[in-house]
């Protein structure tokens, strides 16, 4: 059964670091999302993507972020200068088409530490 | 702005009764909702969908209800399985739409 998977599982990093955040979406899924929960809170969404490029982006998701697809099958995240309360469990989640009802296919998720 | 709420933070069961979890959203512009289960240390998955025609969708031991006068959602589990214990989310999303809407959270846990 195909599925969304994420690398590495966990990353701890120092404060003030940059972090890339590795997914491979399904393969014949078009739209790619990012998530975040931090611990004991909810999913909070952060952006999606679609046809190369953002199609919607929360307020969480600032000038320090950015996504890319470098080619066909990754999808990343980068947080440029990681802060403290970026540490959370970032998920990935793709999904095949929106215009009818489908729901999202989530990866395993990153946990990221920030010191 | 919470747009999906989930008031109880956590529910236990007995093994083999049933579990009801429950769901409000303030969005009328909601017409398509999920519930996703999750186990530590893995990423939720999809267990149910219910689209705004319908008021009841059926799967197994699963039942998702729709009150859309109440914007109202609930999930059935019956009869509740060990299994079952993990964290139930609810999600919400308008057709068409890109992002899906997240609740915080139901902890279940079925005791045997």
């Known amino acids: 059964e195909p599925e969304v998977t994420q690398t590495p599982s966990h990353q701890v990093t120092q404060m003030g670091q940059e972090v890339i955040l590795r997914c491979v979406p399904i393969s014949n899924h078009l739209y790619f999302y990012w998530y975040r929960q931090i611990l004991g809170q909810k999913v909070e969404f952060l952006v999606s993507f679609y046809n190369n490029e953002i199609s919607e982006k929360s307020e969480i998701f600032d000038d320090q972020f950015s996504v890319e697809r470098p080619d066909g099958s990754n999808f990343t995240l980068k947080i440029r200068s990681t802060k403290l309360e970026d540490s959370a469990m970032y998920f990935c989640?793709?999904?095949?088409?929106?215009?009818?009802?489908?729901?999202?296919?989530f990866g395993p998720g990153t946990r990221l530490t920030v010191l | 702005d919470q747009q999906v709420k989930q008031n109880s933070p956590s529910l236990s069961v007995q093994e083999g009764r049933i579990s009801i979890l429950n769901c409000d959203y303030t969005?009328?512009?909601?017409?398509?909702f999920l519930w996703y289960k999750k186990y530590p240390a893995e990423g939720p998955t999809f267990l149910i969908s219910?689209?705004?025609?319908?008021d009841k969708n059926e799967d197994g031991r699963f039942t998702v209800f729709l009150n859309k006068s109440a914007k109202h959602l609930s999930l059935h589990i019956v009869p509740s399985q060990p299994g079952d214990s993990a964290v139930y989310f609810c999600a919400a999303s308008e057709i068409g739409g890109n992002q899906f809407y997240f609740g915080t959270g139901t902890s279940l846990t079925v005791i045997p």
């Open positions: 219910i689209s705004s025609i319908k």
């Open positions: 989640a793709s999904r095949g088409q929106i215009n009818s009802y489908n729901e999202q296919f």
């Open positions: 969005n009328s512009m909601f017409d398509y």
